[in-house]
Nanobody, 115 residues
């Protein structure tokens, strides 16, 4: 069974930074592009950043210049470094395959940015 386990969220002041981690089953990690998604209360889940198996990246406009996605193929882990956080970044963050989440969604990790 494919598992995705996100961690690293928390409460941070505006302008601060967080680094999210996602441990993924090798069966999906090794053959797929991976992405970070986020879902704010009352809103749909959106793709924020994606990385291919060989490291090419793509970002939503809201994340460009502030977020950096990376992956460690040896550890089956994908990361999201988030800098210059804004209150509008507050959401539950999930990882999954990209550009569509094909695996069962994990529990996500809550990111709350205070103003």
């Amino acid at each position: 069974q494919v598992q995705l386990v996100e961690s690293g969220g928390g409460l941070v002041q505006a302008g601060g930074s967080l680094r999210l981690s996602c441990a993924a089953s090798g069966s999906i990690f090794s053959i797929n592009s991976m992405g970070w998604y986020r879902q704010a209360p009352g809103k749909q889940r959106d793709l924020v950043a994606a990385i291919t198996r060989v490291g090419s990246t793509n970002y939503a406009d809201s994340a460009k210049g502030r977020f950096t996605i990376s992956r460690d193929n040896a550890k089956n882990t994908v990361y999201l470094q988030m800098n210059s956080l804004k209150p509008e970044d507050t959401a539950v963050y999930y990882c999954n395959t990209a550009p569509r989440g094909l695996a069962d969604w994990g529990q996500g990790t809550q990111v709350t940015v205070s103003s």
